[in-house]
């Protein structure tokens, strides 16, 4: 049932095969009796399906015409930070979340405001969220719509009103402090389906299914074994625990493993995948001395949606030692390969290998790296990477690629079985890494690490060695069968949007660069154009509404890298466009980035520059880069802050007016010595870089 719409290369008869589809979708809703599998004109899931194929049906806007499209209407999420949304739309209604779990209904025929439901979610959890206060969208199921907030509950509100039916809190007590929700709910089998993210600040993955309409839990899957001297949950947990050393106490920074983003589920065999996360510890050797796999860290695991069962697993990247997540979107399809058609799944991530693997077992078929990596060669037959040693060296610094922010993050991939392509932004951050040969646990803290207990020293001003590689961020359309790149398109920076593809054989993606853009599918041709308000990190979507396709995205400059650094001139507040043919709305205009002077004028001390350098790597870094280097994204660089805000940094550290925004109150955690520190490295760092008269 999964590539139904897998149909020729397009001809001219589209209105007949469009019912066709419609018709073969609307069965696919008969036969399974499940809403969230697609109706052909809706965007009913988060993926589109349950196959996560983002692959649209609609024919009406093709390479043809594309240069007709114009704004329908836009709509002010009121957020000023990250957007990663992928908004749904269900019976003409659009649900959308903004920054801090906002929900937004809009109606798709005006643009205008259903209801907007707003969780409440406390400013400090902003503090546990390494990578923005971001929420990357909905479920909707029966009449109602699911929203899991940054700081841990799982909400069903009533899709007409916005309305609260019942809420649970997700998080167990040993999460409180590390998880927060970025991820979008799923709902597979009447179940919402739910995961969390916090690997980072040291805790034991799971994702727990609750009943859609009452909310009761109904089962929860634990990703890593926990503590080997009390019972195992079930037989997964006993094979996974002999894969960790226990000399290492892994339990104790509880392992990782989070499932903070791709679900789907195939009701033709019953299985549900996950994609899972990194260790806790980033370092292998801290969290697991002896080695071993590390189970089931950075791998696909298939369960039993009605259940939680386990029933195989594919690990990726062995023995975790590089942040290399499984967690980007996992696609399923049928390829024929070998003359024989073989029901897969699709998988780019962060670790810079397209892997393609039989979806009913869990056996490795291929895997290609689709960009330039260092840290493996390939993949032998088996299905484990060929490592290259001196990606596990710890005696000196290493730029290992791709680096922790991923060949390829959470931005979404799509798959037309018309192309037969796969589109996914590709890039690469500069990072080099250090081991932490003093590691201590999760919340080890120490001056000069940005990153508070990873075990690697990932400080960009610390480094005895900077990166080399230069930064790139491109669109990849990539034949999985083959397993080669088709085309692609270079852009200015890292961090794009994700994509989306259609019948009419068009591929829409935004860019970082602040614009929208429509593609060709077929050859990568450039169609149209727009600029929008920031740079767009969140994937598009298309639905039909009374005979007419709309395109919608939404927008927000953000997300971990988007937080200190740009790649455009624009920062506007998040907005939701919707394009049409022929569309005619004025677009929002664009408001620039304010880039002040360097700051000076306050008096400071060189002498504290030293330990203030390091006390900023640990506590700033990750959200306001480095002063007067970088430019600031939806997070001001303190270098260009006014003399009155620097000069007075304590009343911004401790319980200041901004944390009702999101910034952390440090009380507690810095001194006032500290913060004279931090002061002084702001400044001095800025009189270094200012041009000499
Ligand atoms: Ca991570």
């Not at 024919?59 to 957007?83: C, F, M």
């Not at 390494?130 to 109602?144: K, L, Q, S, T, W």
């Not at 120490?446 to 001003?461: H, I, R």
Request: aromatic fraction near 10%; proline fraction near 6%; hydrophobic fraction near 35%.
């Amino acid at each position: 049932m999964l590539t139904t719409v897998s149909a020729r290369p397009r001809d001219g008869a589209i209105p007949a095969r469009k019912r066709m589809q419609q018709a073969v979708f609307g069965l696919g809703c008969l036969v399974l009796g499940s809403t969230a599998f697609a109706a052909g004109g809706e965007w009913r899931s988060h993926g589109y399906d349950d196959a996560g194929t983002r692959f649209s049906p609609l024919t009406q806007i093709t390479p043809d015409n594309a240069k007709e499209l114009g704004l329908a209407w836009s709509y002010d999420l009121h957020s000023s930070r990250g957007v990663e949304a992928t908004p749904l739309v269900v019976d003409g209604v659009m649900y959308v979340t903004a920054a801090w779990s906002i929900v937004h209904a809009i109606d798709v025929r005006t643009g205008k405001k259903r209801w907007e439901y707003d969780p409440k979610v406390p400013p400090e959890a902003g503090r546990k969220a390494c990578c923005d206060a971001v929420n990357r969208g909905v479920a909707y199921h029966e009449g109602m719509v699911y929203v899991a907030s940054l700081d841990g509950r799982l909400i069903a509100l009533d899709a007409g009103t916005g309305q609260k039916r019942w809420e649970q809190d997700t998080l167990e007590a040993a999460a409180k402090d590390a998880a927060t929700i970025t991820g979008a709910p799923r709902v597979f089998k009447g179940k919402v389906i739910i995961g969390n993210g916090g690997s980072e600040l040291g805790l034991r993955g799971y994702i727990t299914a609750y009943d859609a309409k009452t909310g009761k839990q109904a089962w929860r899957f634990y990703t890593v074994p926990g503590d080997p001297s009390k019972p195992f949950e079930n037989a997964a947990m006993e094979m996974a625990a002999k894969t960790w050393d226990p000399s290492g106490k892994y339990w104790e920074a509880g392992g990782g493993g989070t499932v903070w983003n791709s679900m789907v589920y195939d009701p033709e065999l019953d299985l549900m995948y996950i994609g899972v996360g990194n260790g806790a510890p980033w370092a292998h050797l801290a969290r697991s001395p002896g080695g071993g796999d590390n189970l089931f860290l950075s791998s696909i695991v298939a369960l039993r949606p009605d259940t939680g069962e386990y029933v195989w697993h594919y690990q990726e990247t062995p023995g975790d030692n590089w942040d290399y997540t499984a967690t980007q979107d996992i696609i399923l399809t049928d390829l024929e390969l070998d003359g024989k058609k073989r029901k897969v799944l699709l998988h780019a991530p962060k670790n810079g290998f397209f892997f393609v693997v039989d979806r009913t077992n869990g056996e490795f078929i291929s895997a290609k790296n689709f960009v330039d990596v260092n840290w493996a060669t390939g993949y032998d037959k088996a299905g484990r990477p060929i490592e290259n040693p001196e990606a596990r060296r710890t005696d000196k610094p290493v730029e290992v690629i791709p680096s922790v922010f991923g060949a390829h993050n959470w931005h979404s991939m799509s798959y037309s079985p018309q192309t037969g392509l796969a589109y996914f932004p590709a890039q690469y951050v500069p990072v080099t890494l250090q081991d932490d040969k003093s590691w201590s646990g999760p919340r080890d803290n120490k001056p000069g690490q940005p990153m508070s207990g990873v075990g690697w020293n990932t400080a960009k001003l610390v480094n005895a060695e900077a990166p080399k590689a230069p930064a790139y961020g491109r669109l990849l359309a990539w034949d999985p069968v083959a397993q080669k790149e088709v085309w692609r398109q270079e852009y200015v920076s890292p961090w794009n949007g994700g994509t989306l593809a259609t019948a009419g054989n068009v591929v829409f993606q935004g860019t970082a660069d602040a614009r929208f853009i429509a593609y060709d599918a077929r050859d990568g041709k450039k169609l149209w154009d727009t600029a929008t308000g920031s740079g767009v990190i969140a994937a598009p979507i298309t639905y039909e509404v009374d005979g007419e396709q709309y395109v919608s995205v939404a927008v927000g400059w953000g997300g971990v890298y988007g937080q200190y650094t740009r790649g455009s001139d624009f920062k506007s507040p998040g907005t939701v466009y919707t394009f049409k043919l022929g569309g005619t709305a004025p677009m929002p205009e664009q408001v620039a980035y304010q880039l002040g002077n360097l700051v000076q004028g306050v008096p400071y001390d060189p002498a504290d520059v030293a330990e203030g350098t390091l006390l900023y790597v640990s506590n700033c870094v990750f959200c306001h880069g480095v002063p007067g280097v970088d430019k600031g994204g939806n997070l001001p660089n303190l270098g260009y802050s006014p003399a009155a805000v620097i000069g007075n940094l304590e009343t911004y550290v401790f319980n200041g007016p901004l944390v009702s925004r999101g910034m952390p109150d440090f009380t507690g955690k810095l001194t006032s010595d500290d913060v004279r520190k931090i002061r002084a490295f702001i400044l001095g760092t800025a009189d270094a870089v200012r041009p000499k008269q």
